[in-house]
């Protein structure tokens, strides 16, 4: 019985943090959507905010509010929002029902993900 309390933990903590980004990853991927759908009224609040900034920071901001940047950056964020939404998706999936297959794979996309940040 004790060998199991460290499983359960284990399996809860997993869940845990896979839900968190679960949720961070379905919220990247609606702010992408909603860049996609509704480009204007991003950029005329960007625009309300730079009012307190200075000079040399307006300038950044107005290049970075360009109506094609703004498109870009959308599909950047609906590509990894998705990307985060799936992987937490099988992690969380894959811990819940205890599904070898799906931790495998959950654990292969970990050691990918980990493989590219050290490249």
Known sequence: MVADCGATCAKYVLCLFNFVFFVVGATVLCVGVWLVADKNSFIHATKLNSVLLDEESKLVVEE?????????????LIALGT???????IGYCG?????????????????????????
């Not at 970075?64 to 950047?76: G, I, K, R, S």
């Not at 990307?83 to 998706?89: G, H, K, M, T, Y």
């Not at 811990?95 to 490249?119: C, D, G, M, N, P």
């Open 83 to 89: 990307f985060i939404f799936l992987v937490s998706f």
């Open 64 to 76: 970075f509010t360009e109506p094609d940047v703004v498109q870009q950056l959308a599909y950047v």
């Open 95 to 119: 811990a819940i029902k205890e599904s070898r297959v799906l931790l495998t794979a959950y654990a292969l996309f970990l050691i990918i993900i980990f493989v590219l940040q050290v490249t």
